[in-house]
Structure formats: structure tokens, C-alpha cells
């Protein structure tokens, strides 16, 4: 008796507050002077606004991102090191003036390919605030290899009032930093295919995601730009940072915005996770040696108990 007592007790807790809502939703829902119509009808109509009011509900990104082919996907996935020095060179030359990418040194481009010479060379291209020197003065001198690339802004609040109140961020972990929902049953597939590329396929996305028409029911803030791709809202505070032809490749390699956004999504991943084409081929190494120590195992524990009787 006591048990259904408490059952009913906490049935009442869970449900009141639901049935609380439901009745302060009903009199906005029929317009208060409606509260004695039938039953039947006035519940179709809460229905109806309920189901227009989730139509309105967004949620974000609007557009789920494209899944790419990347060279470096998968159990024996490897840099495309071409299309990393083209990523490298459109960060260099666009994203740079607004993105810092405070964790990757200098020195880390040598993983790319590039001489000692040439990364001095390019560290050279940089301005670092350094010191404070012996009178207790900030100077500025040019980068050598172990600086880090720098933020164009001496401050986070000197990014935002450039960029319309909102701070471009850092550049080190974007690739890992974003991540849109998969959604069932998208996400237990990708236990079994290992997907991992989100952050790249998102950041693709993005950047060739602008210049769309807005529907009609969304509203775009001032001074920020409409993109279905983005993660936090219907626009956001950058424009569209790159257009057709404007990096120069000297590999041959097409100067389209689709290129672009492909070439520097691979090199933030790059960024985000140098040591990955290492920790996968580390990875199966090691499910080598554990299939091979598994029969092993099995061999030596037939022999311990081969002259015990069962
Ligand atoms: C003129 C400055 C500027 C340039 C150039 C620029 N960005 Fe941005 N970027 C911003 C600002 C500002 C934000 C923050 C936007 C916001 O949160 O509303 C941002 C945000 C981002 C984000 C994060 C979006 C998110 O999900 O939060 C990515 C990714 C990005 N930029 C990529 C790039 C790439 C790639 C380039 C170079 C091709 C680039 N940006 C060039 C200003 C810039």
C-alpha cells in the first residue's frame, strides 16, 4: 500500500508540471474567448501551432555539411603534403589577416616539406611583439622558427570591434573543434566506417556555403552574413573570406573557391592533429601484435592445462 502510495505520489511529481505548461500554453493557443469551445477543437488547434511553432524552430546548422573523400580519412589514411602547402599558402595569404593559429609553430611546417631555409623564410614574413627588453619596453622584431603564427590583433577586444563584436578564433584546433550532430542512425554507422572527418567536411561547408538566397521566416542580423552551414545561427560575422582565383597555385591545381575550402580544411586538420597519419599506422601495428599475442595466448594456455584432466 505504502509502495503505491509513493508511486502515485511521484506519478503526480513528473506529471503536474507537464500538465502546468500544457494549460498556460492552451489560452494563448485559442486566444483566451475561445476557452469554451469544444474540446475536440481546441485541442487541434493547440496541435496545429505546436507543429507550426517546431516548424519555426531552428535548428543549426540549417544544411548539414557534405561528406568529402580526404586523403588522410580512414585506418590508412595519409597527407596529401601538395594539397597541405596549398592550404598553408591560402591561410598565409587570406585567413591570416584575421585567424591566429597560436599552437602551431613555425618549425612544425617542416613536416610539410619545407627546408629549414624556407621556414625561416617564412617566420621572417611575421611581426612578433617580444620582451619586455632591458628598459622594460615591448619591441617588435620579425618571426623566427620557433614563434607561433601570430593574431594580426593585439587584443581579443581590438579582433571584436574589427570583425563586428565577434572575436575570429584561434586556428590551432578548429578542425577538432567543430563537429556537427549526425543524428541517428548516422552516428552508430560511423562508429563502424570511423568517421572522423566532421571538422573538415564542416569547415568545407562554410566557406563554400555563402552567397545563397535566405528564406523567406529568417531574419539576418545586421553586419552578419547568412551561411545554412553554420553551426551557431543562420549567418555569422565573417563574409565570405575567399573568392574565385584569388590565391595563386603553382601546382596546377584549380583557383576555385571549391579548391580552396578543400586545401585549407585539410591543412587545419593538419594543424589540429599533426601526429595522425603516425597514430594510425602506430594503431595498426599494435591490433597486429594483439591479434598475434591473442593466439599465443591461446597456444601456451593449452599447454599449461593440457595434462589436467576436465
Ligand atoms: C576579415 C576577417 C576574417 C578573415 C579574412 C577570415 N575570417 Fe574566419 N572568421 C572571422 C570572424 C569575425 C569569425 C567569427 C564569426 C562569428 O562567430 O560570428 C570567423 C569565424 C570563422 C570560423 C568558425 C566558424 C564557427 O563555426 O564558429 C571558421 C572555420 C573560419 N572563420 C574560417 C576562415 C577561413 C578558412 C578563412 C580563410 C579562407 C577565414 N576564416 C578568413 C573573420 C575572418
Redesign the pocket.
Known amino acids: 500500500m505504502k509502495r503505491l502510495l509513493s508511486a502515485l505520489l511521484a506519478a503526480g511529481v513528473l506529471f503536474a508540471p507537464a500538465y502546468a505548461t500544457a494549460q498556460s500554453a492552451e489560452p494563448s493557443a485559442v486566444e483566451g474567448t475561445a476557452q469554451e469551445a469544444a474540446p475536440a477543437a481546441s485541442g487541434e488547434t493547440t496541435a496545429t501551432d505546436e507543429h507550426a511553432a517546431e516548424a519555426h524552430t531552428p535548428h543549426y546548422p540549417l544544411e548539414k555539411p557534405e561528406m568529402l573523400s580526404w586523403s588522410f580519412a580512414g585506418p590508412f589514411g595519409k597527407w596529401d603534403i601538395g594539397q597541405l602547402q596549398r592550404g598553408l599558402k591560402?591561410?598565409r595569404e587570406?585567413?591570416?589577416?584575421?585567424?591566429a593559429m597560436d599552437l602551431v609553430a613555425f618549425r612544425n611546417l617542416e613536416a610539410l616539406g619545407y627546408s629549414d631555409a624556407q621556414v625561416r623564410a617564412i617566420a621572417a614574413e611575421y611581426t612578433i611583439t617580444d620582451g619586455p627588453d632591458s628598459s622594460g619596453d615591448m619591441f617588435e622584431r620579425p618571426g623566427i622558427p620557433t614563434d607561433r603564427f601570430p593574431s594580426p590583433y593585439p587584443n581579443d577586444q581590438a579582433?571584436?570591434a574589427?570583425?563586428?563584436?565577434?572575436?575570429?578564433?584561434d586556428?590551432s584546433l578548429?578542425?577538432k573543434?567543430?563537429a556537427v550532430e549526425r543524428g541517428f542512425p548516422n552516428f552508430v554507422f560511423d562508429i563502424f566506417t570511423q568517421y572522423a572527418a566532421s571538422g573538415p567536411d564542416?569547415?568545407h561547408g562554410?566557406?563554400t556555403g555563402y552567397g545563397r538566397e535566405v528564406p523567406e521566416h529568417i531574419e539576418i542580423q545586421p553586419g552578419?552574413h547568412y551561411n545554412p552551414f553554420?553551426?551557431?545561427?543562420p549567418?555569422?560575422?565573417?563574409?565570405q573570406?575567399?573568392s574565385e582565383g584569388q590565391v595563386t597555385y603553382d601546382d596546377g591545381a584549380p583557383e576555385t573557391v571549391e579548391q580552396?575550402?578543400r586545401d585549407?580544411?585539410a591543412f587545419?586538420m593538419w594543424a589540429a592533429e599533426p601526429h595522425l597519419v603516425k597514430r594510425k599506422a602506430t594503431g595498426f601495428v599494435v591490433m597486429i601484435f594483439l591479434v598475434l599475442f591473442a593466439g599465443l595466448m591461446y597456444a601456451v594456455k593449452r599447454r599449461v592445462w593440457a595434462s589436467t584432466p576436465h
Open positions: 591560402v591561410y587570406v585567413c591570416a589577416s584575421c585567424h579582433a571584436a574589427s570583425n563586428g563584436g565577434a572575436v575570429p578564433p586556428f578548429i578542425a573543434a567543430r564542416y569547415i562554410l566557406l552578419t553554420f553551426i551557431a545561427g549567418a555569422l560575422a565573417m563574409a573570406p575567399i580552396y575550402s585549407i580544411s587545419l
